[in-house]
């Protein structure tokens, strides 16, 4: 695309700026569900030995019984938003052991 673009001299980003702001205005319709998926997966990452795609599924699973009349596997965006939200939390909090006991001890 971007050498289409060069090739031709016209401007891709408008485009792209038109889907990232569409994508924002999803998951801002979307906040309660991301941040279900942030929380499953802020757990997760909390228990030893469990990985993200424990907390991926689980979010998922939570976005799919959260909306019973919609139809998931097949480009549902809520099966999208939930366990990403997930796995970045996951992540974070995986990873607590490396910053040390003085942030995590109590």
């Known amino acids: 695309e971007l050498l289409d673009g060069l090739k031709k001299r016209t401007a891709t980003t408008t485009a792209v700026h038109k889907e990232v702001l569409e994508g924002m205005r999803v998951v801002w319709t979307n906040r309660w569900l991301a941040l279900r998926g942030g929380v499953i997966g802020a757990f997760i990452g909390l228990l030893p030995g469990l990985g993200g795609a424990m907390g991926d599924w689980m979010a998922y699973g939570s976005a799919v019984a959260s909306n019973p009349n919609e139809k998931f ?18 992540k974070a909090f995986c990873n607590r052991d490396r910053c040390g006991d003085k942030y995590f001890s109590s």
């Open 73 to 90: 596997g097949n480009g549902n965006i809520k099966g999208v938003i939930g366990p990403e939200g997930a796995n970045n939390a996951q």
